[in-house]
RNA sequence: CGGGGUGUAGCGUAGUCCGGUUAUCGCGUAUGGUUUGGGACCAUAAGGUCGCAGGUUCGAAUCCUGCCACCCCGACCA
């Protein structure tokens, strides 16, 4: 068949690939570097968009939009920032095109910008020039806002939801009177971001900070929730900066306290993209398609009928008639595919391929009994229930998977996660895929030769972490803590 | 941006080394019929700038040059 995939053992990262282009969640465009997303991949990002909205308002953040473009000379002004982000920049020269010598569109020459326009990468340096008008008094703060975007960092090389060149986002940026304010900001971001990791995604992360090496251009302090993928590597699935006051620094934003003395504000930004599609798919799919957690799937609940002429069709419909009715009741998203162009067979495969959590299938024998045929993707078990009370097992049911795919991912990860005391299990660990714990001297040099040596980075300082003393892997200094090491995405 | 690989119908491919009728096969698509509890079968049909642009040649999918896209590996990154 066409539709058939790579396995995750054969080659996961093909496997990753085929899957997202055959469940129709996005495909490569004309532009390089730049994807489609299609429909049902979009609606998935719709629900953690809609999801993730209603978070942040719930914790006191409004939205606003801010300009695509950004002037080059805002960026020069928060040095470590331009240099974080100088290389992967898409700039703008022009602004009009024209007919050249032999009747082709040529960029006209006499049309150059003034100053370039750069296509925003992140918004901070736009967002605090912005800000400086709107923040005067202690009585303006906290500024607490988010922005739906999208944004342009031009990458080498690219793959679907991963890393393209174009991605959409949310950007939370805020500005507070005290450094301890700002601090509280990003983790309760970072905390948002982990249960909604966890709760919706169903996917376990480790919290923690990032090493100066990984930190975010221009901030202080950079926190993140690192997940596992079914390969043993690691993904940053989602980050929340403290970034002092370097930002309003750089763009000169003060504020009247309550004691009457002009003070520069202080500032988080947060974020995460649709990379997190990534993420879901490659937690917890497997070989025969897409497994989504219930609480993101499009549809929850796919009903086949089965039968062999319209006259039995009928019969199965007035039946399912009333059981969509019951679910939508529950608030549960319902398919019924009453197709006669494909057999039922060539339905199970499909929703499975594109993980439906639960399938409902249908038929004359069912009629008879008052049954119905339940199978609930993340295990494949089919059951037959009857039809009483239905509703109410879907919703159990429901609920069951999206439990059972998080802990089965933690287990995975669990599972995967080592502690290396020496440099050559260490490396032996490292290979078989997975986290390890490490103890590691702190500083960049050793990190960024562990890095060159074993293509492994440090995901993160995990929140909380167990305080022990202990030899750096590398350098046998002394160290009181392990780190996570691991490859990543 | 460096190394490798691949581009032939919507998808997957044969043919390319060694140039020669009307470019192969499968899936999918359309129509008709038989089917329908795990990707049905038969028949018929439609569908091609052989990635693009030049060149060599009587003749190019095939040889040469340049370019483009995608995939894998490295450097960079959410």
Request: net charge negative; hydrophobic share 40%.
């Amino acid at each position: 068949m066409s539709k058939e995939l790579s396995t995750r053992a054969d080659n996961y990262s093909q496997w990753y690939q085929d899957l997202v282009v055959k469940a129709d969640l996005a495909e490569n465009s004309a532009v390089r570097g730049c994807m489609v997303i299609k429909p049902y991949g979009y609606a998935i990002w719709e629900k953690m968009q809609a999801t993730l909205d209603k978070m942040f308002k719930d914790t006191g953040h409004v939205n606003a939009y801010f300009p695509l473009f950004i002037p080059k000379s805002f960026f020069s002004k928060e040095a470590s920032h331009v240099e974080g982000f100088a290389k992967e920049c898409a700039v703008v020269t022009h602004y009009r095109l024209k007919n050249g010598e032999n009747g082709e569109i040529i960029v006209d020459p006499e049309a150059k910008l003034e100053e370039e326009l750069i296509v925003r990468p992140t918004s901070e340096t736009i967002i605090w020039n912005t800000y400086r008008g709107w923040i005067e008094s202690y009585r303006d703060l906290p500024l607490l806002i988010n922005q739906w975007a999208n944004v342009v960092r031009w990458e080498m090389r690219t793959r679907l939801f991963l890393r393209t060149a174009e991605f959409l986002w949310q950007e939370g940026h805020t500005a507070h009177a005290t450094a301890e304010e700002a601090v509280e900001e990003t983790r309760r971001m970072l905390d948002v971001y982990a249960e909604f990791a966890e709760k919706t995604l169903a996917i376990p992360v480790v919290k923690g900070t990032k090493t100066a090496n990984e930190r975010f251009a221009g901030a202080l302090d950079t926190y993140c929730i690192e997940a596992m993928m079914q390969d043993g590597k690691a993904l940053q699935a989602g980050t929340s900066h403290f970034l002092g006051q370097n930002f309003a620094k750089a763009f000169d934003v003060k504020f009247m306290s309550k004691e009457g003395k002009q003070e520069f504000v202080w500032a988080t930004s947060w974020g995460v993209s649709t990379r997190l599609m990534g993420a879901l798919v490659m937690a917890h799919s497997d070989d025969q398609g897409l497994v989504l957690p219930p609480k993101l799937a499009p549809i929850q609940v796919v009903i086949v009928p089965i039968f062999k002429n319209e006259e039995q069709l009928s019969g199965i419909t007035v039946v399912v008639d009333k059981i969509i009715a019951e679910l939508k009741s529950k608030g549960i998203t319902v398919k019924y595919d009453n197709r006669d162009t494909h057999k039922p067979g060539w339905k199970f495969a499909e929703y499975e391929l594109k993980g439906i959590p639960v399938r409902i299938a249908i038929g004359p024998r069912d009629l008879e009994n008052g049954t119905v045929e339940v199978a609930r993707r993340d295990t494949k078990e089919k059951s037959v229930m009857q039809i009483t009370d239905l509703a109410v097992k879907v919703e159990h049911l429901l609920d069951q998977i999206q439990t059972n795919i998080y802990s089965k991912a933690l287990d995975y990860r669990e599972t995967h996660t080592y502690k290396a005391d020496s440099y050559e299990e260490f490396k032996k660990l490292l290979d078989q895929g997975g986290f390890v714990l490490a103890h590691w001297d702190g500083t960049t040099e050793t990190e960024l030769k562990i890095k060159e040596e074993t293509k492994a980075t440090i995901r993160c300082i995990p929140l909380n972490n167990k305080q022990e003393e202990g030899k750096c892997i590398h350098s046998g200094k002394p160290s009181t803590q392990r780190v996570i090491f691991a490859r990543a995405y």
